[in-house]
């Protein structure tokens, strides 16, 4: 048997083993968003770290932020010639909301499906990122286990900030850019475009935030007594977020499409000849209709044209039943997604000028801009990671992978990029309908095993090259 | 010494005693719209009914309906050559969210201010409508133990459903329309204009309500990975909203206006004169500005304009930190204001087609239309108990009062007039800055002795004059 057969056998004889640490591990609420959740974060930081050590990692470290820690482990016993890899994902995960909508409890995951090919397993996290990050590291413990040894050096970076913007790692990365040398990112973090087609993921949007609050009187007003002599901020933050988009569904900030390149026909063409169809989209997101900026394909808006989006908009009275009031707030969250050209400052910036231009009279307006943003990201079209990655795909899957773009972001891939000068691989097994940042978000149980093979032949290919 | 001197005498014997009633009651959360305290607003009930029975009346009865019951008492000693008066009230309170805005908590009546002049309660419900209400009951005593006879029949009926629409009220009074027989109405629910300057008001406002939904994808999605090809549910809330009102202010639905009579140059001047000035209201509200239709000033705007208002306004992430979602749904509150010529069934129509018509594509809407809407209400100018009760104000106050117009509705007038077509005089001495429907409600403790002491006087008049 050769060494790479010895490590699938192995990873092929603990399926159970490996499923029961993911629902384990999903189990803890790593909400990083949330500050009553500081304890489970340090919980599953603490539970991530000492499945590193008994993977039999011997270097192990936690790397304190100013928010949340990172968990960080190395092995470099391959030697100095052999390639080195930084592995990367995070451990933290969105918030649960809205709890009501979930089937099962977003923190007790749970597997549904009689048979192993359909089973699928529930839970916040599972997909996003539990699942692809625990199977990186259950992967070394099959290399040490059944070899002894790891085909190439690797270094493990996992964050506990992504879902919040990833704000302390630039700081890390800065502070520990020796350490962090690599050849390159493989990210566990990301996704396959579809269940059926295999895919590598070239590019990804880039993101800045604001969150804006609209304020009038300066308590809520009887709706009765004050209505019609007062501005309601409800209706001057709609006439506000309204504003945001003409007709056609262009985003009206004046200079937000600068520096934007239009798609070439060549990647228009290779789009179009994907296996993409807007009935079946419409079917997996229960959505009435495509819908965006026109003049584009689904596809083209998703993975080449920026947007701007609402995340979150409250204010007055909103439980049940009824309350007249005029409320003395109103508060909004956007997001955009980038495009390569776009500044997330500078977008940051045109988005807060064209606010306070565009205020309707008689309320003020108050702007957080988010001060991290990401710059969207491209990987080169020669990358040897990518060559390595098409090679496994099309091996465990049977036909070459897909070149896609991610309409998501990751804030840490810039942070590759300029602080390490790193390129980033995504090779993550979660698929984009597994409902991440929705309720009953859910992983399919075989991509965990899929994504097992996959990386340990990633690793054991890119390191025979080097032998 | 008279029978009134009497009556008055025995109110002031019992100020402190008055007070600590109206804490007992204000700390009972009835707050109507929500289930949860469907026990509380039983226990208000209960707490009513006693304390009307404690005064001395015989005939104290509990009127259930299918939302929450009505208290009811009689005293119909006077004789038929008395008249009768129905007394109007509620026990029901607005909630009081946001709790996080409270400086003393809503339902711990707080008394602050060192001396009797300044004093005020806070807790929900004092100003409305539980000091109003509660006085007089607290008059009923004063007579019954002071002289042993009331000058007039009385009749009381104080719903528990007015802060969500008296939705059953209507089928309560067209129920027992024999009983509530009368010569009008006074009601302990309204408010005086100003704390400095007496006040008769002769108008309300009527109401339409409506709530809706607006539906996108079938479930959150991710906004990176979706954002910009399906409709965003916030965004087309947002234009649906922004479009109900024109740049200058005016609602956009055809149709709102239909029915509405412009001021007569009399009603303006007669406004132009009131001791009105924006910017003592900006003080007052803290608001930047004053806004609204244009071409009018704020008290014609609030008394005699029809409006329409979000009350509420939310979907998507709303809590700390950031979720960058693509929410399926998005929700509104809407409230108008209703005046004279607007009926409110034709007007929650008009909204509805105007909403769908108006809806941008790729996403659905929902409507729920209020049951019960207001018309609004104009007190006769020749009515005898506005002349009692102008009699009253003048003496209790030392200047004659102003005649004003309620930007806010009471549905109930609607049905007094249309079912018992009685007219009603509004004798509340809650004041229009207590900050009713909102945080910090209060209510000026010495307006509860001076109301006490104008309720007796009002009823010895109009017993007189019979006598």
Redesign the interface.
């Known amino acids: 048997m050769s060494g790479l057969a010895a490590v699938l056998a192995r990873l092929d004889e603990r399926t159970e083993a490996s499923l029961s640490e993911l629902i384990e591990f999903a189990s803890i609420p790593s909400v ?4 009553a959740h500081q304890p489970d974060m340090e919980r599953a930081a603490r539970w991530l770290s000492e499945r590193l050590r008994r993977a039999g990692l011997g270097t192990v470290e936690l790397w304190p932020t100013a928010g949340h820690a990172a968990v960080y482990a190395e092995s470099l016993d391959a030697g100095e010639n052999a390639p080195t890899l930084l592995v990367y994902g995070h451990y933290d995960v ?2 649960p ?2 709890l009501e ?1 979930w089937q099962t409890p977003p923190f007790t995951p749970t597997v549904k499906g009689e048979r192993p090919p359909e089973q699928k397993l529930y839970g916040r996290g599972v997909s996003d990122d539990k699942g692809p990050l625990l199977l990186t590291v259950q992967v070394v413990d099959a290399y040490l286990s059944a070899l002894g040894r790891l085909p190439l050096n690797l270094k493990f970076l996992f964050e506990g900030e992504e ?3 990833s704000a302390h790692l630039n700081e890390l990365v800065e502070k520990n850019a020796q350490r962090l040398k690599a050849d390159f990112v493989l990210s566990a973090d990301g ?1 396959m475009w579809s269940a059926e087609t295999p895919s590598l993921t070239v590019s990804a ?1 880039g ?1 800045a ?1 604001l ?1 804006l609050t609209v ?18 901020p ?2 001057a ?3 506000l ?5 003409d007709e056609s ?1 262009r985003v009206t900030v004046p200079g937000f499409y600068d520096g934007v390149s239009e798609l070439t026909p060549q990647q228009r063409q290779d789009i179009a000849n994907l296996p993409f169809d807007d009935a079946a ?2 079917t997996q ?9 026109s003049g584009y394909s ?1 596809l083209e ?2 993975w080449h ?3 701007l ?20 707030e ?2 909004a ?1 956007l ?1 955009c ?1 980038l495009v390569p050209g776009q500044e997330p400052g500078r977008i940051a910036e045109l988005l807060k000028t064209y606010l306070e231009a565009n205020l309707p ?4 307006l108050e702007l957080h801009p ?1 001060e991290h943003g990401a710059r969207a990201y491209h990987l080169p079209d020669d990358h040897p990671g990518a060559a390595v990655a098409r090679k496994v795909l099309a091996g465990l899957y049977g036909k070459p992978p897909l070149d896609v773009g ?4 990751i804030p840490v891939l810039e942070t590759f990029q300029s602080v390490l000068g790193l390129d980033t691989v995504f090779f993550s097994f979660a698929v ?1 309908d597994e ?6 978000e859910f992983f399919r149980v075989p991509r965990l095993y899929e994504g097992q093979h996959a990386w340990a032949q990633f690793w054991w290919i890119l390191g025979e090259n080097n032998a």
């Not at 977020?241 to 988009?245: E, F, P, R, S």
Request: hydrophobic share 25%; aromatic share 4%; no cysteine.
């Open positions: 990083s968003a949330q500050p969105q918030p909301d809205p909508k879902e919040v913007g996704g949007r993101l935030a969150e304020r009038g009187p300066t308590k809520d007003l009887h709706s009765g007594r004050h209505g019609g002599s007062v501005h309601n409800l209706h933050l709609a006439t977020i309204a504003g945001l988009h569904g989209y419409l997101t229960g959505a009435p209709a495509v819908y965006g900026e689904t808006r998703q044209r920026p947007t989006e609402v995340n979150g908009l409250w204010g007055g009275y909103t439980g049940e039943g009824s309350k007249t009031v005029l409320p003395s109103a508060h969250k997001t997604r009279p008689g309320v003020t988010s991610m309409g998501g972001s984009g409902d991440i940042h929705a309720p009953n």
